[in-house]
């Protein structure tokens, strides 16, 4: 019979991990909808809706600068940003990494 040495490993790799949501508002574009054919005959709830769906689309309130109203709303000034959600956890594992 023959003797197995057995090796105890003496540590473990100890992290905390933390997650957030982070929320940003840009400053807003008002549009003229009569500047927006796609918009014409809507109702300003069905021009909310369309555009929300569509801004990536939809022209730039400044072609020369934007391909696209959604590429102009993302270049504005952040009017409010908020981090919700906060949590951390404690994590354990046998390796390094």
Known sequence: MSEQTETTQKTIAVFATEYYETSLTREPI?????????????????AIDYVESNAWEMASTNPDMYESLAEELNDQDIRRDKVT????EINAQLEMF
Do not use: D, F, H, R
Not at 85 to 88: A, M, R, T, Y
């Open 30 to 46: 008002e549009l003229n909808i009569e500047e927006y054919p796609e918009l014409e005959g809507m109702t300003p709830e069905e």
């Open 85 to 88: 959600n906060e949590s951390q």
